[in-house]
């Protein structure tokens, strides 16, 4: 995930993209995994200027991880 930050912020999004995809992978069932699902999403957003990728991500999070506490995060971009 550190990894993934610093690539984000150095506008590297390719890389950060790839990171962060990884960690979904590697990780599924813990809860870094929303986390990484979250700032793909800001990744892509960022990457894109697709305001629909925030919407993509808004859903993902609450279907696959309805309880964690990045679905707070991700509100302010329900559409």
């Known amino acids: 995930m ?13 890389d950060a ?3 962060y ?3 979904i992978q590697k990780y599924p069932d813990t809860g ?3 986390a990484a699902v ?6 892509r957003y960022k990457k894109t200027k697709d305001h629909r990728e925030l919407s993509k991500i808004v859903a993902e999070l ?3 991880f309805p309880n964690s506490p990045w679905n707070q995060r ?4 329900a559409s």
């Open 21 to 23: 995809q990884e960690v």
């Open 32 to 34: 870094i995994a929303p």
């Open 62 to 64: 609450k279907q696959k």
């Open 74 to 77: 991700a509100i302010p971009w």
């Open 2 to 14: 550190g990894l993934a930050r610093v690539a984000l912020i150095n506008k590297k999004f390719a």
């Open 17 to 19: 993209e790839s990171l």
């Open 38 to 43: 979250y700032w793909l999403g800001v990744t």
